[in-house]
């Protein structure tokens, strides 16, 4: 059973341009939420999508964006780049048990904005 | 606004001894705090988790306490190994959104 996948795994873009990170979740989950995790910092909440509708907003630009396909996969989107976004972005797939969203994270994609 | 604060950032320890790793949230309404493990250049793994209707859960070496009343949990780990070495973040949530503490790099010294 494939975990949480995610693409690119590394990528390099310069300030200014437009980036789309994407992410497939575990099979039969139906949930998918974005993190950003700046190096030496904790993970920071981006977004959450559940049946293909956004149910929750970090505190994040309009710069960013989201969406959540028929199929559950994932894409978030980056317009603008700035410095500040390097970072590995974390997609996280989640099945609610008793009450709780259990996240698994898959492997991130690490942007590097020049 | 949701905070989560850990402490400390760094631990080092011998190995056999063990480590305590401490978090207060302040949204009272959390009601699930999973801890995660990262590795050098690896994704966040779950660890253990527990939530607001139980105090304690073991696991083996691993053990998380909750005082609901005070917003602080724990995270135990009994004889530690030098494979336990990584950072360990602990988390708060409320219908879906995780709150991530900062980070505790744990060094175990063989």
């Known amino acids: 059973d494939a975990g949480v996948t995610q693409s690119p795994t590394h990528l390099i873009k310069t300030r200014g341009q437009q980036v789309t990170l994407r992410c497939s979740p575990i099979s039969g989950h139906k949930s998918v939420s974005w993190y950003q995790q700046v190096l030496g910092q904790g993970p920071q909440f981006i977004f959450q999508y559940y049946e293909k509708e956004e149910r929750g907003r970090g505190n994040f630009p309009d710069r960013f964006s989201a969406r959540q396909f028929p199929n559950y996969s994932s894409e978030l989107n980056v317009n603008a780049l700035l410095l500040g976004d390097s970072a590995l972005y974390l997609c996280a797939s989640s099945s609610w048990s008793s009450g709780a969203n259990v996240l698994t994270f898959g492997a991130g994609s690490r942007l590097t904005v020049l | 606004g949701e905070n989560v604060e850990q402490h400390p950032s760094t631990l080092s320890v011998q190995e056999g001894d063990s480590a305590v790793i401490k978090c207060t949230y302040s949204?009272?309404?959390?009601?699930?705090f999973p801890w995660y493990k990262q590795e050098l250049g690896k994704r966040p793994q779950l660890i253990i988790d527990i939530r607001s209707n139980v105090g304690e859960k073991k696991d083996q070496r691993i053990a998380v306490t909750l005082n609901k009343t005070a917003k602080h949990f724990s995270l135990h780990i009994t004889e530690t190994q030098p494979e336990d070495s990584a950072v360990y973040f602990c988390?708060?949530?409320?219908?879906?959104?995780?709150?991530f503490g900062s980070g505790t790099r744990l060094l175990v010294r063989p």
């Open positions: 988390a708060a949530s409320n219908i879906g959104k995780l709150i």
């Open positions: 949204d009272s309404a959390s009601n699930y």
